[in-house]
């Protein structure tokens, strides 16, 4: 072996691994971008469902259970169920 080969390695630049650090940061701030806007587009999706679903029950609840629709079934059933007059 030669007092070459146990030399230490040269030190590492701090400015290089500034440099190294500060892209990593940037690298990691684009992650947590784009993850916190998928979060957003996801959690608005999500209350878009919501509303639709909501809109649909109050739709449908307003179409067939509709005080005025019930009565208009009991008029309904209520002819059906009379007895045909003999004539």
């Known amino acids: 072996m030669t007092p070459e080969d146990n030399s230490n390695p040269p030190a590492p630049d701090p400015a290089e691994i500034e440099k190294l650090l500060e892209i990593e940061l940037m690298q990691k701030r684009a992650g947590w971008q784009q993850a916190k806007t998928q979060r957003t587009t996801w959690r608005a ?3 878009l469902f919501l509303f639709l679903i909501i809109i649909a029950a109050l739709a449908g609840y307003f179409i067939f259970l ?21 004539e």
């Open 66 to 86: 509709s005080p005025e629709r019930m009565n208009e079934l009991k008029s309904e059933n209520a002819h059906q169920t009379e007895p045909a007059s003999p």
């Open 45 to 47: 999706l999500s209350f």
